[in-house]
């Protein structure tokens, strides 16, 4: 096994003192003359220097951690990650943290009151929080002073001050709900997985219901179904549907995740789509593109809410301006070979 270097060794070798090759390290440059800090970093890079996290925690204020903490939501059997849509955002958060010179600390939550212990206990620099509901966001926000940025959270007129990298949710469905019905559906249903949609759901739904109007037709009740998380209590609604085919011609799931299991369930029950339903989804992940047929979404760009949520944070961090507290990314229609139109 290789010897590790230390801080005295690699300032021995570059001829300078401990302390520079430490403001190095941190990103404290600007009294070092740019030719001394480029052969420490190359001496650095050529040892393998790996840094003592706990000696780092220890001797400075600052960790160089960032806590990500994603709220967990039982689906039966099947785990939290089996979604690509946490997969992809968590990759990109982790990429653009690293990439900063700073570290990853993940946790899946089971309760906002494990979020703010946690948010108490870790000696971290920031949080990014994903998915919590707008109460819980303020009961967070008030019980911790750390920087933080939440992701696709929409939070309550509460006096709390927040910083939000999110999505044009209501305008995505929206568009894909006009899509619709301009080619023939009338009868179309939402379907999402809860009983009273809060967050990012309601904002989907009520995307739905303007569409609806706009176009003259009348939404009730029959137009939004509420499925379970858990996958064989949505089965058995996906079974009711594919038993009954006469109250709804389109479905459109609330994730690309939901859609996709629809699609593989129908398959079974020798339901085609999109001749016997149109089927579509929201977030264009990869289920949507290798999908057979391929499912009509709405596109979002996962990974730039990523890069956009640890840039925001890290001016949080240092303190900087932030110009633009809620961020909001656009969204865009993609017609695919699982919705088709009827006369």
């Known amino acids: 096994m290789p010897v590790m270097i230390t801080i005295k060794e690699i300032a021995e070798r570059a001829g300078v003192s401990a302390t520079t090759v430490s403001n190095v390290l941190h990103g404290n440059t600007s009294h070092t003359s740019e030719e001394t800090t480029e052969k420490v970093k190359k001496i650095i890079k050529d040892q393998n220097y790996v840094p003592n ?3 780092m925690i220890l001797a400075h204020s600052f960790s160089k951690i960032i806590g990500v903490i994603l709220q967990y939501t ?5 785990k939290t990650f089996m979604d690509p849509f946490e997969g992809e955002l968590l990759s990109a958060l982790e990429e653009e943290i690293r990439k900063n010179g700073y570290y990853t600390m993940l946790y899946v939550a089971t309760s906002v009151s494990e ?6 206990t870790w000696k971290i620099d920031g949080l990014i929080i994903i998915g919590l509901q707008p109460d819980e966001c303020g009961l967070l926000r ?27 949710d209501r305008e995505g469905s929206r ?5 619709l019905i301009s080619v023939g559906h009338k009868k179309i249903a939402f379907l999402a997985d809860s009983s009273s949609p809060r967050g990012v759901d ?17 939404f009730t009740g029959k137009n939004f179904i509420s ?13 009711s549907l594919a038993a009954n085919r006469t109250d709804y011609t389109a479905l459109f799931f609330s994730s690309d995740y939901y859609a996709f299991d629809a699609l593989t369930y129908f398959a079974e029950k020798n339901i085609h789509v999109p001749e016997d339903y149109s089927l579509a989804g929201f977030d264009d992940n990869v289920f949507s593109r290798t999908a057979h047929p391929k499912i009509s979404t709405v596109h979002q760009d996962v990974s730039e ?12 961090i240092k303190k900087q301006p932030v110009a633009e507290k809620n961020i909001t990314l656009p969204v865009s229609l993609i017609t695919r070979e699982s919705t088709a139109g009827i006369k």
Not at 153 to 167: A, I, K, R
Not at 227 to 239: A, P, T
């Open 227 to 239: 499925i379970s998380r858990d996958g064989n209590k949505r089965h058995r609604i996906l079974d």
């Open 53 to 55: 996290m706990g000696a």
């Open 142 to 168: 008030s019980s911790t002073s750390q920087p933080m940025v939440f992701i696709d959270c929409y939070f309550n007129n509460d006096g709390n001050e927040y910083y939000n990298v999110g999505l044009a």
């Open 175 to 179: 568009a894909m709900t006009d899509y």
């Open 115 to 120: 979020v703010i212990a946690l948010a108490a």
């Open 305 to 316: 809410k990523g890069i956009r949520a640890v840039k925001m944070l890290l001016k949080l």
């Open 74 to 78: 039982t689906r039966g059997a099947e």
């Open 202 to 218: 309601k904002e989907r739904l009520e995307g739905v219901r303007t569409a609806f109007e706009e176009n003259k037709l009348e």
